[in-house]
């Protein structure tokens, strides 16, 4: 997708989302959603540039499977999961799926790896059962972004823009630094249970999640172009 085309999707979600009048909350949604399509987008073109393959692996598995991510669908998602997290839900997560005690940790320490968990840790969860081709893929193609920090932030975010193909987008926006944030994209697994409910799953800690749910129609001002 061309960036001019970016763009003007990109207006006309705001239109979507301001007719009515914004909250600050729709607006941080808006920004998300935005981002999110934006990195989905970057993620399907990387996984299609040969000259970057090329460069990063002769495997010809790998190679076979990253034209299976390119043809997800990633331009048309049925719909998104935009999760909310406070930060420190980010560490009873690790502590949850590796059934430890609550990690004890100095709150510097804390900062550092709250910063450090992204959409590449959970999409590789999910991946790797999948075998070591589809781990190595999704990783190739996985990337972040960094953003000053979008008014009325006060929480971590992870979207699920839930694709027809083999593979949805994982993408997650964290506090990264002092008023900045930053955002990575995954591509995940579809398996056959659904990606939402093995993302559901393996997220659910305390049955306490506060998730957002948009179809396809309602973000298809922010692909289309």
Known sequence: MK?????????????????????PEKELDQFLLREGASLTVQLEELAGSEAYIDLMTGEEMIKAELAVIKGSGFQAPKQV????????????????????????????????????????????????GYGTVTLASATLVSFGKSYP???????????????EGDYSSLVSFTRTGDGVISGYVSPLKNGDAGTWSSLEELLDVDGSRQYSVYSGEDVAALLAG
Not at 101 to 118: F, G, K, Q, T, W
Not at 150 to 162: C, H, T
Request: with cysteine; aromatic share 8%.
């Open 3 to 23: 960036q001019k085309g970016l763009m003007a999707a990109v207006m006309a979600a705001a239109l979507l989302f301001t007719s009515c009048g914004e909250s």
């Open 81 to 128: 999961y935009l999760i909310a997290f406070p930060e420190n839900h980010w560490i009873e997560i690790l502590d949850q799926l590796t059934d430890r005690e609550p990690a004890e940790l100095p709150d510097n320490i804390r900062e550092v790896v709250n910063s450090r968990i992204n959409s590449t840790l959970f999409s590789s969860m999910v991946n790797a």
């Open 149 to 163: 920090m979008p008014k009325g932030w006060q929480n971590n975010a992870l979207l699920l823009f839930e694709c």
